[in-house]
């Protein structure tokens, strides 16, 4: 068996507790799953769900680590570029990861307006930033600076520290752990690498198949079929049955227009009220 000790890895004596709250709490559970009339679920899916789970942790993905390695040197030159811009246009070096530091020089030498004095400094938040990109240049370097410096930190050094030594990445997959019930991973996360920028694409291609190629395979909106089914609504039903984008759909119905002039930004709104009403809304 592939084994290792992870990052927050146990010990013999974490084991032994853990198997024996296990041991000790069963009955318990058990009984709460059958009063709940779930006991069913968990012995036909659950279960034999964690099978499936650890030997695809155990199989693990191959990672190219070449490919990470040599966009962090690229990222690096593009971080220390936009590191000297910033301070031209700053008139000073400074840290520009410190929101104190950056807060100074914004509001005070530079003098932009949408200040927000907080005890620690001023409020350097993306949404501060945004609000003033439009009008100075520093700002939208200084965001570009923020997701490389991001980018660097969180998926390229910290994939790599997860290689090991048969050149693979063994996250660890929860099957409990999201509100809506869908898989989640950790110790690495695999499942929030950006898809949308190149960086991100890139980054998946370090990830590479066993075999041939990677499967990709997902249900079409199942959530969303279940609730139609659920509260037998007419329209959630004839939306589906006419193979429409059930989001595009809703917007549109939401905004009072036609489906074809519903824009992103519409379409991603209805789609937030949409999973919202199903799961809550925080």
């Known amino acids: 068996m592939y084994s290792s000790k992870r990052k927050n890895g146990f010990n013999k004596k974490d084991i032994a507790l853990k198997a024996r709250f296990i041991y000790d709490i069963n009955n318990e559970y058990i009984s709460r799953l059958e009063k709940e009339n779930m006991l069913a679920l968990y012995n036909d899916i659950e279960m034999p769900l964690i099978t499936v789970l650890a030997n695809m942790e155990y199989d693990g993905v191959k990672v190219d680590a070449s490919i990470l390695n040599n966009m962090s040197s690229d990222i690096d030159s593009r971080i220390k570029s936009l590191e000297q811009e910033i301070y031209t246009l700053a008139g000073e070096e400074f840290n520009i990861s410190s929101p104190r530091q950056l807060g100074t020089i914004l509001f005070e030498k530079l003098n932009m307006p949408f200040a ?5 400094g001023y409020k350097t938040d993306v949404s501060i930033l945004n609000k003033l990109a439009p009008n100075y240049p520093i700002i939208t370097k200084i965001l570009d600076y923020r997701g490389l410096t991001k980018l660097k930190s969180t998926y390229l050094e910290g994939l790599a520290n997860y290689i090991r030594e048969d050149g693979k990445i063994h996250t660890i997959y929860k099957q409990n752990l999201t509100r809506t019930g869908r898989l989640s991973s950790i110790e690495p996360n695999l499942q929030n690498i950006p898809t949308r920028d190149e960086e991100g694409k890139l980054i998946r291609k370090a990830f590479l198949p066993e075999y ?7 249900y079409s909106q199942m959530e969303l079929r279940v609730l139609a089914h659920v509260s037998d609504s007419k329209e959630l039903q004839q939306a589906f049955i006419k193979d429409e984008d ?7 119905d939401i905004y009072g227009k036609k489906m074809e002039d519903v824009t992103k930004l ?3 709104t209805a789609k937030a009220v949409i999973f919202g009403i199903v799961y809550g809304i925080s």
């Open 116 to 120: 927000k004095k907080t005890k620690t």
């Open 212 to 218: 041939d190629e990677f499967l990709s395979a997902d």
């Open 246 to 252: 059930i989001h595009t759909r809703v917007a549109a």
């Open 266 to 268: 519409e379409r991603k």
